[in-house]
């Protein structure tokens, strides 16, 4: 009852900050309510036993990457920002895309079926630690995935590089 | 107490009480450290730079953050006209709590801490990174260019500093095998020289550097360089908000300086040859351990404040990217090859 109660809680939340994030007129208010949404999602982890994920998400997407959209979006010229409309011209179509989409997963919905539980269960996982267990299964049964993402990651770096550079004069 | 308190209450109530009285000695013994750290930091320099510091409030001049604290907390609240007034409500908050609820998870002697959690590493740098959206948006919320440039600054070297601390703790993880910070002290315990500073003295070297540029320190204090931005930040809160800034910044001074006691210096215990020597220092409580090596960090953090000039911007990005990473990238690189080689001689 009480985690259905949690479940709830973080699940209506976390649509109501998406909601506020895309709506706002000032780009520094939808960030800061991108961040609260943030702070929903590691909840959300750490109510499903995942702390690892959980710190992580904070870290990563709160502490890195959003404070990078800050950036940028201090940068912009506010006062020419408050003026535009939020969203497009042709925003009904995507509203019509995406109910659809909706529908179409809900319809889906019907036929799921739980996948076969693995070794993994809750009560190894608070034993061994998720950071252990987790670290366990990625660097052994899906080493091979962590390396491909590994090296598109390097090829992203890469290419950032070479865009940023300036051209050297020979 | 426990037991006292089991008597006539339910043993759900009786945890939550004891959680709660935990917290509150931990935030009022916190923050009157955070007082008198001002103190011992104007009393420290003054010396170095002889002069007495101060002594006119009350013996020695202890009273003086007492007073400090009265003055702030009745000056006038000055908020600029064309703020962003609910961002420059919330930033200074935002600041203060990243900083204290680190404290959560900090074992201060063998079985006290409020939150014994396995990601207890994990934790810190999260809420050290929560910290950078404080400064971002006094800078930005405050519309002042001195705060604006203040924010941008810190903010960018706030982050390419925490990169460098966490690498540089990876070392610790992989030797102790663990993120849960009670158990890293334990894990040191076991260890022939009691201290993590020993091997990992690249990883020591880099996170000291570190820590000073994550709490803004001389030589790395940039973001509040007087002479070219007033106070950077928070130059125009006034009143208890610029308070909760400076109390922020002590608080992650401590929080430094525990992070450095707890995962190198060997926490709440003293290594074993010391108490093979002399048997008798093991009825010193683990509290005095700690606090004394916290103590001495933080004298470190003032020495060198009383010491060395400021760095250039360029010169501290440079330091951060090119040398500190790439150490930190190295230690890594020996800690986990030796460790393998220890493993396959066992």
């Known amino acids: 009852m009480i985690s259905q109660l949690f479940f709830g809680y973080f699940a209506a939340v976390i649509i109501i900050l998406s909601l506020l994030v895309v709506t706002r007129k000032n780009p520094v208010h939808s960030v800061m309510w991108m961040l609260l949404m943030f702070f929903h999602i590691a909840g959300m982890y750490l109510f499903l036993n995942a702390e690892f994920i959980a710190a992580i998400q904070v870290i990563v997407y709160a502490g890195a990457i959003l404070v990078l959209f800050l950036f940028v979006v201090l940068l912009l010229n506010l006062r020419e920002e408050l003026q535009t409309n939020r969203f497009i011209g042709s925003w009904p179509a995507g509203l019509v895309i995406a109910a659809s989409l909706l529908l179409s997963m809900i319809a889906a919905l019907r036929s799921f079926v739980p996948g076969p539980s693995g070794p993994y269960t809750i009560a190894l996982i608070e034993k061994e630690t998720h950071t252990r267990v987790l670290g366990q299964v990625l660097y052994t049964e899906y080493l091979f995935p962590f390396e491909i993402a590994s090296l598109i990651l390097l090829v992203a770096i890469i290419g950032a590089i070479v865009l940023a550079k300036k051209k050297v004069r020979s | ?346």
């Not at chain 2, 201060?108 to 934790?123: C, M, P, R």
């Not at chain 2, 849960?180 to 003295?201: C, E, K, W």
């Open chain 2, 1 to 346: 107490m426990s037991a006292f308190l089991g008597a006539f209450l339910p043993p759900f109530i009786v945890q939550l009480v004891i959680i709660l009285l935990k917290i509150a000695v931990v935030i009022a013994i916190g923050l009157l450290h955070v007082a008198y750290a001002t103190y011992w930091e104007r009393k420290v320099i003054g010396h170095m730079q002889v002069r007495l510091g101060p002594r006119e409030v009350g013996p020695f001049g202890l009273l003086q953050p007492i007073a400090d604290g009265v003055k702030l907390f009745f000056k006038e609240d000055i908020i600029p006209a064309n703020a962003d007034k609910p961002l420059f409500y919330l930033s200074p908050v935002i600041f203060f709590i990243a900083a204290i609820s680190s404290l959560s998870v900090i074992p201060f002697f063998e079985s006290f801490v409020i939150a014994d959690i396995n990601i207890g590493l994990l934790f810190l740098f999260a809420m050290s990174s929560l910290g950078a959206y404080g400064i971002v948006l006094s800078g930005w919320s405050s519309n002042s260019k001195y705060a604006f440039l203040g924010g941008l600054r810190s903010a960018s070297q706030v982050i390419s500093y925490e990169i460098s601390m966490g690498l540089s703790l990876v070392g610790v993880m992989l030797m102790a095998g663990s993120l849960n910070l009670s158990d890293i002290v334990r894990a040191q315990h076991q260890y022939p020289t009691g201290m993590f500073a020993v091997p990992q003295f690249i990883g020591f070297f880099v996170f000291v550097v570190s820590a000073f540029a994550e709490t803004n320190r001389l030589p790395f204090d940039l973001p509040e360089a007087e002479s070219e931005l007033v106070a950077g930040y928070f130059t125009e809160y006034s009143g208890f908000r610029f308070a909760l800034f400076f109390l922020g910044e002590y608080t992650g001074m401590i929080i430094m300086s525990s992070i450095s006691s707890i995962c190198f210096l060997g926490g709440w215990t003293i290594p074993r040859f010391v108490t093979d020597l002399l048997p008798f220092l093991n009825y010193v409580p683990g509290i005095l351990w700690f606090l004394l090596k916290v103590y001495c960090f933080m004298f470190f953090f003032y020495w060198v404040r009383a010491t060395l000039p400021r760095y250039r911007y360029d010169q501290l990005m440079a330091i951060g990217w090119k040398l500190l990473i790439p150490l930190s990238l190295l230690n890594i690189v020996i800690t986990a090859i030796v460790k393998i080689w220890f493993r396959g001689m066992a």
